[in-house]
């Protein structure tokens, strides 16, 4: 086997007949030292694999998720695949994406820290206001309502977008879609909260479920308050059943106060 390191990509050639992850473990090392954010293992090169050979993404999905990174796998051939898939933990969790540039796209889009203990120690300024993001949802209306709430140097605004992953996927499935989806509500909920003169931090937290994660979140974050806020459009019947089902389990379980807001119509 073949081992090339480039940027953020580190490329396999020929054949992967054995666990090879202390190999390539220090060249991966070296990699996430300029980009924390994940790497990428290229396999357009990789021949023939076996189980043994398999594992060796195993131990690499967990090295780099206990660093706080992503990994995903790029252009896996159909045959590794089919060896890949026999692995319990392969199988399930492996990170796969159709080519470099896909899986580069998904690593760096957000570019936001990696877990949500990550944002709760880095640069806490008081108190922390939640405000939870969803996709289907136009919360950012959440952002201005939690600026005008917040008190001057003394509450932390914290805007996370939660993309829920299909159990099917592995969390940290590249999803091309629902993040550029993420991306663009951020940007609109940093606006509002700028048009309040608020400083407000950004994040993306994959989850399973959205109100789950929210709870889970306020816990991480230790936040004092969480802000949901919708804007004044009409929700369509998805969004109207998903919003009331976060709401009532904001209302029956979140441990902390609970202010919900509509945007006024015009």
Known sequence: MIIETKDDVVRLSGSLHKNQWLTIKAAANLLLQNHPQGIIIDCARLENISEDGAKTFLEAMRDIESAKARIIVANLPQSIFAVCKTIPGVRSQLPIADSVEAARASLRMLNRPASMSAIA??????????????????????????????????????????LEVARTLPLNAPLMEKEQDAKEALAQAMQMAKQVNTPASEHVERVRDAAEGILAAIKSLDAELVVLGATSEPLGAEGHDKFHHIVDTLLHRAPVEVVIGRLKQN
């Open 121 to 162: 120690d880095a640069g806490k300024r008081g108190s922390v206001i939640l405000v939870p993001l969803l996709a289907e949802l136009d919360l950012t209306y959440g952002a201005q309502l939690a600026g005008r709430l917040a008190r001057a140097g003394r509450n932390d605004v914290r805007l996370v977008y939660f």
